[in-house]
């Protein structure tokens, strides 16, 4: 069993940057592939990043490359999101899910997070 719990979301204006940051119970932190996701209002859950558990080999939704980049710590058991060049597009409640195999970018994780609100004003 592994909990998440995400935090720093918030109300940024649009061209800003925020940093999510998940943290994960459990001594296995490194052994999960880890995502993010983003579900806005109206709108179907959608990825938008993911990292093995290495911190190797990263993934990113076309919406967000460039702009956010998805990191870990295993030594802390966190996982995070830096979000730079925020658009009003962006505003969703952001997600943080762990996986042990499987491809990382569909919606097929074992754990999730409850979520963290990003609103971002144009």
């Known amino acids: 069993q592994v909990q998440l719990v995400e935090s720093g979301g918030g109300l940024v204006q649009a061209g800003g940057s925020l940093r999510l940051s998940c943290a994960a119970s459990?001594?296995?932190?490194?052994?999960?592939?880890m995502g993010w996701f983003r579900q806005a209002p109206g709108k179907e859950r959608e990825f938008v990043a993911a990292?093995?558990?290495?911190?190797?080999?990263?993934y990113y939704a076309d919406s967000v490359k460039g702009r956010f980049t998805i990191s870990r710590d295993n030594a802390k058991n966190t996982v995070y999101l830096q979000m730079n060049s925020l658009k009003s597009e962006d505003t969703a409640v952001y997600y943080c899910a762990a996986r042990t195999y499987g491809n990382p970018t569909n919606g097929e994780y074992l754990y999730w997070g409850q979520g963290t609100q990003v609103t971002v004003s144009s």
């Open positions: 459990g001594r296995t932190f490194s052994s999960y592939v």
């Open positions: 990292i093995t558990g290495s911190g190797r080999t990263t």
